[in-house]
Structures are given as structure tokens and as C-alpha cells.
């Protein structure tokens, strides 16, 4: 059995006196795509800041790749975790080129380096390079998007968390970013845990799958065993409702 | 230590010879003008070395800066001293104001020999056909005569309720606003008005004062109000004059000022030539030197206050953005700063910091830091959210991400805040003038007070050309500073 990019043991968080996560247990196995699926309010996007130390649980445990979230420097726990969220959040005031290399360049990487891997991950998302100089608001959704999973996985990070980061393209943009991201991913083979909404993008992405609701793990494990023998009725409605 | 001290006060006797510096005040009113410019050109006839602070308002802030140290002499009236000053209800003679105000380090010297007190006047040729020459004569007549008063006089102590009940006046008189009373009296509307005694419309109206044979009126006698601790020299100097200026000359060169169209500077002189001490230093007759000295005075003040305020608001902001009730307070607080009249603030700056450019500078420092802490504080806390948790969770240091990410997304409103700023100091500083830091309030002030409305515009329009040039040159900083796609992005922050 290979190891756990990422593993929660009984946690739990709540801010205020709301529970948002409890007792979560769950285990992201190392090199692929784990998908986090739930409606909104599930606890979902709070899972993924755990794992980047942005917030940290109450109780339990979070552990990437064996180490546990440091309690100080956490920045530079989360520069070895690329991040990328619904709308990109890409900054305004950079071009295409200093989004994406903002963070090398701040931790001092070699401009070769820097260089090579920008032509690399571009060209593999499908940015032409006359795009290099153009702002944010000059660009598509689409495009955005591309350039926020570039940034994301610029320092070759080893884990990917990925927000949404699809939900609000439109479907045939979407389709043809799955298949440049899917296989980029596939070529950095880099551990993944997408969050989403949609049961679907968990069937395109994701070999293995953890689903959420109101802040309770209901099952996780392989996609098909999920598909095959869902645990509750809630699980069963999330495929069938679609497929009818 | 004694050794310092002995040192100190052979600095002291060094320094208080011929080449002592003395600072001149005035209040602001054109008989304050003249008279302190008298005294100043007195001093430098004598090899002084004057420093001329004048237009400082009234009583309270000419003696507070008189006893803070911030000006050596002003002229004051002996009524003002023992009413405003010592509260007394009667006015003993200077000696007796000077046993009382030797405590407080400040003495009065001679009178000029004048007595500019309240009294009542009338038309020189109606009073003669009526045969009245003292209120007495007035009160066996007022039924006959129309008199109203200033509503100020209608009011006071030591106005018409005083002298009602010293010479058994029964009628209560109407009341005017005092700048319409000469014109008024001059149209024949009414007979009896109350004026002071100097003031220069006396000559000008062909009015007589009646006489107060009762002495019910207090005594308001000019006289130089000095730092008791000046030298012997300096008080010579100005005590020269003792004596030597009554009642209508006093009026007539008020009136010089006033109707003349002559400055009080050229007046001052006359007043010197004709009692004896010719002053060779001549009047430059050209605006542009006092105008370049002014406008640096103006922008030094300005650029200083803005400076320190764009240091302390923005890194205020930074410092307390993130965490919102303390941002909250902040912009809160500076905001009642802003309340404050300006010119209120400028006069609680003075029991504070003396009067000059210090306490000046510190006034327009709060007024500009409002708008320049609120918009920071502003755009830092309306940046896109999706943005901010990106510049976090990608790894960025706390100070990274101020330095990449949020300084840059907020400069557009801080900029357009500092314009604020600058726009507002500039219109403010002309008030600067009133705690005697100059600027271009000074000839606004003066003029105020003189009634020249070319000294007026000589302040009012290179002040508002001055803001009008700002504005311009925050376009300018704004095109560099800020590239387009951030304009549009966060313009609404400010």
C-alpha cells in the first residue's frame, strides 16, 4: 500500500459554536486525484484550508505526505502546496508572465529555471505566448483559469489543492481544460484533492472520492467501490439523480 | 551644573545686546497693525533684530503667546488687561496692572497716551446745533434723539446698561450692526451711536465724541505688553513714543489706513517721521518678494504636514486594517478629528505648542490624515476576498503579501486620498496665519482685518492657484502610479 498524500484523523473544527468538520477520517492516496464532494455548507473548502494550514482543527489530526501542518512559518509549509480556486484569483496588477512566476521569483529561484517551467506549463495548458504580457481583465474565464493552474503548480508543489477551480467555466471550456489539466497532472504526477460540487467532474477527474455532507464524511474510498456500494441513501441520489 | 547655569546666563546677557532678537505680535485689527508696526520699526531704527508675527487674533491668543514665549511684545489696552486678563472690575492705573501681572512674567510700559475706550458719537454738526458736547448734555435731550446702538453694546456690562445707570438714560436704544452705524449716522437715519474712540471714521464721518464727563467708561489705554525679562534696551526702545499720540491723531491715522488705500507699513512710518525718528529703511513697493516668501512658507507647511501624515496614515492603516473593530475605531476617531473647525483646532494647538509653524503644522497633519488613513484603510478592506485568500495560500509571508499584493491593489485609493490631502491642507493653511505661521493667509488675515481686499486677493489667489497646480500635479502622480487596469479594479476603494 502506498502512502497518504494527505491524512485526517478525527478532526474536527468549528467556528463559533457551529461545528463545520466532525470527526472527519479520510485518506488521499499518494499521485492521484482525490475528489472532495459536497453541496455547500458541506465543510468542504474548509477541509482544503486545513490542509494548507490557513485554519487549524480543534482536534485530531492532518498530516501531508507523514508530516504534520506546522504551528509556525506556515507560508512556507503552504509554498510546497499549489493552490488554485473558483475564478482564479489572479492579481490584477500582474501580467500573465509575474502571476505565474510571482512566488519563484520571491524565493529566489533561477531565472533559468523559472524561464523553463513557465514555457513548460503554459505551453501545456495551451497559452499562446503572446498572452505573457496581457492583464487579468484582458483574458478569458478560460484562459484565466489556465494561468491560475500554472501558478499552482509552478514550484512543482507536492500536493495540489484545487477549489472549484472548474465550476464556473462554461461546459465546453470546461471540457477542454479537464483534458489539458488531466493530463499535465498526470505528467507531474503530482497528489490532488479537487473540491467540487458536481458529481460529474468527480467521474472525470477522480480516482478516488470522499463525500461530504454537513461536515460528516458519509463514504470514501475508490471511485468505483463508492459507485458500485454506496454507503447511504445520499450517496446513491448524488449519481442517480443525473443519470436517469 | 551651576557652572552650566553661570554659562547660561553669560550666553544670555551676550545674547540680549543690541542684536537680540524680538518677535512682534499684533492682534488682528488694523490699530493693532499699525501700532505694532510702529513699535517693530521703533526697534529696528535702534539695531534690533524684529521678527513680525502679526494678525494673531485677539486678546487670547496674542497673551498666551506673549506669556508662552512665542512673541516678545504686542500692544495691548490697559481695560483688556485688567478685564480680559486679570478679571478685575475696575482698571487701576499701569502700575497697579504691572504689580499684578509680575507674577506672570509680563509687564505693560508706557501708554501711547491715547484712550481708545467705548463711547458715543455723534454728527459734528447736529451735536453743536443741539449744543451737546457730554453724555450729560445727551441725557437731558435723549428723548429728542434717535439712538441706536451696536447689538454688542446693547448687551455688555460696561456698555449702554452702565451707562444708562450712570447718567439716568431711561429710553433703551435700538440696535445695529456696528460696520452700518457710521453709514447710518452719516444718512441722518439716527443722531447717537457707540463707537471706539480711535476708530478712523471718526475724522472720516466728521463725527465727535462725546465727552464721558461722569468717567463711567473704563480706561482702555495703549501701551506696549512686553516680556518682562526683554532688555532695558529693548524697553527704551519701544517706550519712546510714550505719550505722544491723543485721541484724534490716533483716529486720523486709523482713518489713513482704513480709507486712505495706504499700508499700515507706510502709515507706521509717517507716525515715526512725524513725532522724530525718521526709519531709512524704505517700504518695498513690488508684491512678488512677500508673495514668493509667503508661498514657500505656505508649501513648506503644507509639504511637511502631508509628508508626516502619508507616513502615519498609511502605515496606520496597514497596522490596524486586519483587524476590523480597531479599523473601524481608527477611521472613526481620525474622523472626528475632521469635525473639528479648523480654525477651533488651530487656537487649541496653542496653549499646546505656542503659536508659529509648529503648532501649524501639527493642525493641517491631523486634517490630512483622515482622508488619506480612511482610504487606505478603505481599499485594504475591500479588496476582491478571492484574491486575498489566493495571495495567502500560496505561500506569501504577511509582509509579501502587503508588499506584492495588497499595497499595489490599494495604492490607486491611497493616492487619491493624499490628493484630498493636499488639497485640503493647502485651503487650510491660509488659517495658519491666525497662530502667526504666515503663509498666504497672512495677507488674507491682514487684509481681513484692514478691510483691503487687494491684500486679500494677494493671499486668496495664489492660494487657490496653488490647489488648482496640486490637483494637477496628483493627476500626473496618479498616470505614474497607478497603470490603467488598477484604476479600473479598485476605484471604487476610494
Known sequence: MSGAAVELIDVWKRFGAQWTLESVDLRCPEGETTAVVGESGSGKSTLLQLINGV?????????????????????????????????AGLFPHLDVRNNVTLLARLTGRERDFIEQRYRTLTESMGLASDLDRRFPHELSGGERQRVGLCRALMLQPKLLLLDEPFSALDPIVRRDLYD????????????????????????????????????????????????????????????????? | ??????????????????????????????????????????????????????????????????????????????????????????????????????????????????????????????ARQLRIATISDLADRHGELNIVVSHEFLERGD???????????????????????????????????????????????????????????????????????????????????????TAGQMQAYNARVTFGGISYQEVATELLADRGKRNDRGTSGSIWPSLRHNTGIHLRLTAIALLGAVLVGVSLGIAVYRIRWLAKTTVYVA?????????????????????????????????????????????????????????????????????????????????????????????????????????????IVTGLALNDPHLILQGAVPAALLAILTELVFEGVERLLVPRHLAAVTHDAG
Open chain 1, 55 to 87: 485554519y487549524s482543527a480543534d482536534r485530531g489530526a492532518v498530516t501531508v505526505l507523514g508530516e504534520p501542518v506546522p504551528t509556525a512559518d506556515v507560508h512556507l509549509w503552504r509554498r510546497s502546496i499549489g493552490y488554485a480556486i473558483q475564478g
Open chain 1, 180 to 244: 489539458l489539466f488531466d493530463r499535465l497532472r498526470a505528467r507531474e504526477s503530482v497528489s490532488t484533492v479537487l473540491v467540487t460540487h458536481d458529481p460529474r467532474e468527480v467521474l472525470r477527474l477522480a480516482r478516488h472520492v470522499v463525500v461530504l455532507r454537513g461536515g460528516r464524511v458519509q463514504q470514501t474510498g475508490p471511485l468505483e467501490a463508492v459507485l458500485r456500494e454506496p454507503a447511504n441513501e445520499y450517496v446513491r441520489s448524488l449519481w442517480s439523480d443525473r443519470f436517469v
Open chain 2, 1 to 126: 551644573m551651576r557652572r552650566l547655569l553661570v554659562l547660561a546666563s553669560l550666553l544670555y546677557a551676550a545674547h540680549a545686546t543690541a542684536s537680540e532678537r524680538i518677535v512682534v505680535g499684533s492682534k488682528s485689527f488694523n490699530e493693532g497693525y499699525l501700532l505694532s508696526e510702529v513699535i517693530a520699526q521703533m526697534l529696528e531704527r535702534e539695531g534690533f533684530d524684529v521678527e513680525r508675527r502679526f494678525g494673531l487674533g485677539g486678546t487670547l491668543i496674542c497673551y498666551d503667546a506673549l506669556t508662552h514665549g512665542d512673541i516678545d511684545v504686542y500692544v495691548e489696552y490697559t481695560g483688556t488687561v485688567a478685564q480680559a486678563v486679570l478679571k478685575l472690575d475696575t482698571t487701576p492705573t499701569i502700575d497697579e496692572l504691572n504689580t499684578a501681572l509680575a507674577p506672570r512674567g509680563v509687564q505693560l510700559l508706557h501708554s501711547f497716551g491715547f484712550d481708545n475706550t467705548y463711547a458715543l458719537a455723534m454728527k459734528e454738526y447736529r
Open chain 2, 159 to 245: 456698555g449702554w446698561p452702565g451707562v444708562a445707570r450712570a447718567y439716568g438714560l431711561v429710553r433703551t436704544p435700538g440696535g445695529i450692526e456696528h460696520g452700518l452705524a457710521y453709514r447710518a449716522l452719516d444718512d441722518g437715519a439716527i443722531d447717537v451711536t457707540d463707537i471706539y474712540s480711535t476708530d478712523g471714521e471718526v475724522a472720516r464721518y466728521g463725527l465727535v465724541v462725546l465727552t464721558d464727563d461722569r468717567h463711567f467708561f473704563p480706561e482702555y489705554r495703549a501701551a506696549p505688553l512686553v516680556r518682562t525679562a526683554l532688555s532695558q534696551q529693548a524697553k527704551d526702545a519701544m517706550d519712546a513714543l510714550a505719550g505722544t499720540i
Open chain 2, 335 to 443: 474622523g472626528l478629528m475632521q469635525t473639528i473647525p479648523s480654525i477651533a483646532l488651530l487656537g487649541l494647538m496653542i496653549p499646546l505648542l505656542g503659536i508659529g509653524a509648529v503648532p501649524a503644522i501639527t493642525a493641517l497633519f491631523l486634517y490630512s490624515l483622515l482622508p488619506i488613513l480612511r482610504n487606505t484603510v478603505t481599499a485594504l478592506t475591500t479588496m476582491d476576498p478571492v484574491v486575498v485568500r489566493v495571495a495567502l495560500a500560496i505561500g506569501l509571508s504577511r509582509v509579501e503579501q502587503l508588499r506584492y499584493v495588497h499595497l499595489p491593489l490599494a495604492m490607486p485609493a491611497i493616492v487619491a486620498g493624499i490628493r484630498t490631502a493636499a488639497v485640503i491642507s493647502i485651503g487650510t493653511a491660509t488659517l495658519a496665519a491666525f497662530i502667526g505661521a504666515g503663509g498666504l493667509g497672512d495677507p
